[in-house]
Structures are given as structure tokens and as C-alpha cells.
């Protein structure tokens, strides 16, 4: 079956805008975890929900970043007011059961450059 | 201090080495360890996962953990230049949250 989605796989936008990133988890999957990935490191994890609701958010930076889950299955991750730091790969990944033990399945990542 | 250490690396190895690969952490609640495999624009895919201390093979991968020094290691048997990759080491436990904590990487490089 599909694996992990995220869309769009770059994007490219100026300091102070707005952005979206969505990820579709594998289908039947309850749980979704956001992570960002600067270069030369590991992922940092950001959110984690299982079903609509965050399970964790304790990852989020600032006020800046949000991400929602309306209807358990697509996420989008938010980002208002770009700064240049927040250039990085933002990763999702999902697992068919709550975080500790089950395997999480990881998207592509979309490249996000502030300019 | 970071809650995962990892040597970034980067290691480079003959074709056919044993390769070791290493991990130390703090937090003393991790009970579920990981080691991912990434390849250069992908994202990480699971290679070996332990819960609590002790051994696991799969092929040509062995995972250790030892809990009491903190310490993770995995081994790479008869090395392939498609081994080619940075190897993340990751850990989760109940720390007021289900988060995953990923070490830095490090970059494998196995030459032909």
C-alpha cells in the first residue's frame, strides 16, 4: 500500500509569510507525529496526535507553529510569521498505535526555505 | 548536555568491514530503542528496535543495549557499499510524554 505522503516535497517562501505543510498518513493509522530536521541532525520531534487530538505538543517551538488533525487522518502542520531559522526538512510519520513501541513510518519531508 | 549523544561522524570502511555504531543517553526512563537507516533526501526507515536491555539480530544487524551504562550500539556485518547511509539511533519512554528523542546521526560511508 501508500506509504507516507507529504506535500509539497519544497517550498520556498519569504521571511514573515504564512506556510502549510500537509502530511496523509498511511491509511489506518491512529497515530501522527511532525518532526523537523536541520542539517547534519537528527529529528526533533515537534507534535504528536493519536486520532484528532494532540497528544503532545510539548515540541512546538513557539506560538508561531500549529498543526491540526480535524478528522484523524491528514495533518497540517503551520507556520506563521517565517523566520530564517525555521529553514529545515519538516518530517511526518505514523504508526498504527499509540507512540511508545509501535513502528513509525516516516514521509519523504518537505524542505522548507525562508528566504 | 544533549538527552542522546551520537559521533556524527563521518566513518568510512572497506567493503566487507564490521562496522560499529554507537549511542549514549541520560534519561534513564528510555525503554524502547531504535536504530534508523536514512538515505540522502528520504526519510528514515526502521532497521532494529529492543525493549530494554539485551541483544537482537536481523541478518547481517545486531542491537545492543545496555541500560545499566546507558549505552547502544549497533553492528554492521560484512559492510555493503549500499550500506551507504546516516544511521540515527532513536529512544522513547514515558517522559511526561511519548516523544521519540533521535541522536545526530552518523554518516556511513563503505567503500568498494
Known amino acids: 500500500g501508500a506509504g507516507v505522503s507529504q506535500t509539497p516535497s519544497n517550498k520556498v517562501t519569504e521571511k514573515g509569510k504564512y506556510v502549510e505543510l500537509r502530511c496523509d498518513p498511511i491509511?489506518?493509522?491512529?497515530?501522527l507525529y511532525w518532526y523537523r530536521q536541520s542539517l547534519g541532525q537528527g529529528p526533533e520531534f515537534l507534535i504528536y496526535?493519536?486520532?484528532?487530538?494532540?497528544?503532545?505538543d510539548s515540541g512546538l517551538p513557539n506560538d508561531r507553529f500549529f498543526a491540526v488533525r480535524p478528522e484523524g487522518s491528514v495533518s497540517t502542520l503551520k507556520i506563521q510569521r517565517t523566520e530564517r531559522g525555521d529553514s529545515a526538512v519538516y518530517l511526518c510519520?505514523?504508526?498504527f498505535g499509540q507512540g511508545e513501541g509501535n513502528e513509525q513510518f516516516f514521509g519523504p519531508g518537505t524542505r522548507l526555505t525562508v528566504l | 548536555q544533549k538527552e542522546v549523544e551520537q559521533d556524527p561522524g563521518p566513518l568510512s570502511v572497506p567493503e566487507g568491514a564490521i562496522v560499529s555504531l554507537n549511542c549514549t543517553y541520560s534519561?534513564?526512563?528510555?525503554?524502547?530503542f531504535m536504530w534508523y537507516r536514512q538515505y540522502s533526501r528520504k526519510g528514515p526507515e526502521l532497521l532494529m528496535y529492543?525493549?530494554?536491555?539485551g541483544n537482537k539480530e536481523d541478518g547481517r544487524f545486531t542491537a545492543q543495549v545496555d541500560k545499566s551504562s546507558k549505552y547502544i550500539s549497533l553492528f554492521i556485518r560484512d559492510s555493503q557499499p549500499s550500506d551507504s547511509a546516516t544511521y540515527l539511533c532513536?529512544?522513547?519512554?514515558?517522559?511526561?510524554?511519548?516523544?521519540?528523542?533521535f541522536g545526530a546521526g552518523t554518516r556511513l560511508f563503505v567503500k568498494a
Open positions: 532513536a529512544m522513547s519512554g514515558y517522559t511526561g510524554g511519548f516523544k521519540t528523542i
Open positions: 534519561n534513564s526512563a528510555f525503554q524502547y
Open positions: 491509511s489506518g493509522h491512529t497515530a
Open positions: 496526535f493519536q486520532g484528532t487530538g494532540a497528544a503532545d
Open positions: 510519520a505514523s504508526s
Open positions: 529492543t525493549y530494554s536491555s
